[in-house]
């Protein structure tokens, strides 16, 4: 954990969950991250099925009979005292997302290294904002996002696709 003086959203945009797709050829999930202000500018992240089911259940605000990992972290913060305030996309290498989750306590606030997927989930329990920084969003891969993503959504997912000669 690394300490920080002062929260830096200077340059960082806030995003919601908009949506989770699931793309049944991989067994992944899709979060679409959308702009929180109402530009119009999506953000996706694929993430395996769990990770994408723990966030589905947040947003869902689904109770389970016992609690789930991210149910967990939470409970121990607020038994600790500690205030999850935000969490932000920091970095992307190789096509991977990097995330820290801000947390404060006694006027402290720290950073802790996070999978983008466990930030997320954490922030819709928590909840708190989910910002992704100016430097993730110039480096992001946008040729032809929106046109797949609306063939993805589009798509029945459940039934094959079959072409007739």
Known sequence: ?????????????????????????????????ARQDGSLDTFPIWVGAAEGNAIKLALDTMITPRPMSHDLIK????????TIQRVVITDVKSSTYYATVHVANKGLERTIDSRPSDAIALALR???????????LKRRSTTNL????????????GAPEVQET
């Open 1 to 33: 954990m690394d300490t920080v003086d002062q929260p830096n959203e200077q340059g960082s945009v806030e995003y919601r969950v908009d949506r989770i797709l699931e793309e049944a050829n991989t067994d992944t999930r899709i979060i679409v991250l």
């Open 75 to 82: 409970s121990f913060a607020e038994h600790l005292s500690i």
């Open 126 to 136: 928590a909840p708190c904002p989910i910002y992704i920084t100016q430097d993730v």
């Open 146 to 157: 929106d046109a797949w993503l609306a063939k993805l959504e589009s798509k029945d997912i």
